[in-house]
């Protein structure tokens, strides 16, 4: 049973351009959401997160944006730069509970 | 920021080997570690929970005989794959956090395990 889920294996984006990707999760408990960003051969680092009480948060360039009656989020990055290129996970937990369940992925690739 | 450390990098070995993993934080104390498996192209998925100084939580469908996860200290947690086969071949990762933080995971930069 995949409680969170991301169902576009890959996105191309123009470099200057807008990223989105997406993220659905099943499991209502779920009360906080993060975005990491990995690079191969390398372990996830945390890029931003999010939690239930908010429909949005920002940082820069990455913003979260989650539609708990959907159960939904997406992580928009503007402009979109070459070194985003990468796989990024979202991931949901129980705040406190400290336990990650991960989407399976989005490769994000942008093209100069 | 926070760092952590994982080791070796990459593992290839013979089938029935015994290989040990090493994660270790290395700013912070560590109350609980995380290990995680990942296939290619799927997700990461939780293997264990460690917390410092007690037996590791593990998640369903993983044996605890075939994984062994000791956390000694604060800053370091070790998993040991036993008797290792061709399908344990994969890449495993360990994260670290401090109970009660709202601080994210932090995690380290995996361990990509090769069984021939």
């Known amino acids: 049973d995949q409680q969170v889920k991301q169902n576009s294996p890959s996105l191309s984006v123009q470099e200057g351009r807008i990223s989105i990707l997406n993220c659905d999760y099943t499991?209502?408990?779920?009360?906080?959401f993060l975005w990491y960003k990995k690079y191969p051969a390398e372990g996830p680092t945390f890029l931003i997160s999010i939690s239930s009480i908010k429909d949005k948060n920002e940082d820069g360039r990455f913003t979260v944006f989650l539609n708990k009656s959907a159960k939904h989020l997406s992580l928009h990055i503007v402009p979109s730069q070459p070194g985003d290129s990468a796989v990024y996970f979202c991931?949901?937990?129980?705040?406190?509970?400290?336990?990650?369940?991960f989407g399976q992925g989005t490769r994000l690739t942008i093209n100069p | 920021g926070a760092v952590v450390s994982q080791h070796p990098s990459r593992v290839i070995c013979k089938s029935g080997t015994s290989v040990k993993i090493e994660c270790r934080s290395l700013?912070?104390?560590?109350?609980?570690m995380f290990w995680y498996r990942q296939f290619p192209k799927q997700s990461l998925m939780l293997m264990a929970t460690?917390?410092?100084?007690?037996?590791?939580?593990?998640e369903q469908g993983v044996e605890k005989d075939k994984f062994l996860i000791n956390h000694a200290s604060l800053t370091l947690s070790t998993l040991t794959v036993t008797s290792a086969h061709p399908e344990d071949s994969s890449f495993y990762i360990c994260s670290a956090a401090y109970v009660n933080s709202n601080q994210p995971q932090h995690f380290g930069d995996g361990t990509r395990l090769s069984i021939l």
């Open positions: 991931a949901a937990s129980v705040r406190g509970a400290q336990k990650l369940v």
């Open positions: 499991n209502s408990m779920f009360d906080y």
């Open positions: 700013d912070f104390q560590a109350t609980t």
């Open positions: 460690s917390n410092e100084g007690s037996k590791a939580t593990y």
